[in-house]
């Protein structure tokens, strides 16, 4: 046994166990070793993206991160059925293509989408995958879902360039992320994250032709997104 990741693990279980988020001196007392140990676990651990705090809460919680590993093998039949009226709100209010989705490892996995009468986005449906790369939804992830960004390094096996940080960190000033037919030629597209008691848990996008959709009209729906989303 590996004594710091069985002592990560215990930590991971504990939290659970608290009903999903647990203060550092109850993690402590339950582990019987060094509040300094435990704390260092833990910063470890949220670095990473495995649990995280809210601001304003002391509290450690489970972080996105586990949910993302959950759900490369799990469905999202639940978290699809909770925004579906998120969705259908904001398809009223845009008058666009409406898509819903989630981080899959490094890669962009679609849950839900409402289509615009007018226009039809082929090759996008429930459980279709696209890389994080250019995409509006992909730099979401990458701003607002902790641990993603790393992951993206990691399996690139070389940093991330400075100009697509520059990006990512846009996004986090911004709220939002903006695809100019960087996904699909002649397609525009804004994205938001969705957030559940803080945490960050899905993204939700609004796409539709370039010629429908400029940037200036993005940047407008961006607003409106952001408030149907929180």
């Known amino acids: ?45 949220d670095r990473l993206g495995y649990v995280q705090r809210v601001p304003g809460d002391m509290r450690y919680r489970l972080g996105s991160r586990i949910l993302n ?74 701003a607002f879902f902790p641990g993603v960004e790393k992951r993206m390094a990691f399996a690139r096996h070389r940093p991330l360039s400075a100009a697509f940080v520059s990006r990512i960190e846009q996004v986090r000033a911004r709220g939002y992320a903006l695809d100019l037919e960087a996904c699909r030629p002649g397609w525009n597209c804004v994205a938001v994250p969705w957030r559940d008691g803080g945490l960050m848990q899905a993204g939700i996008s609004v796409t539709g032709p370039a010629d429908r959709l400029p940037r200036r009209r993005l940047i407008d729906l961006s607003w409106t997104l952001m408030t149907l989303a929180a």
Request: glycine fraction near 10%.
């Open 1 to 45: 046994m590996i004594q710091s990741v069985e002592r990560a693990a215990a930590i991971l279980e504990i939290i659970a166990q608290e009903g999903g988020r647990a203060h550092l001196r109850t993690i402590h007392e339950r582990m019987g070793i060094g509040k300094t140990t435990v704390h260092n676990i833990l910063k470890t651990l």
């Open 69 to 142: 590993i959950a759900r490369m093998a799990g469905n999202d039949a639940m978290l699809r059925e909770r925004v579906r009226p998120v969705l259908e709100a904001v398809a009223r209010a845009c008058d666009a293509t409406v898509l819903l989705a989630v981080p899959s490892g490094d890669e962009v996995t679609y849950l839900d989408m409402i289509e615009a009468p007018a226009w039809s986005l082929h090759g996008v449906g429930f459980g279709q995958r696209e890389k994080l790369e250019g995409s509006a939804l992909g730099l979401v992830f990458l």
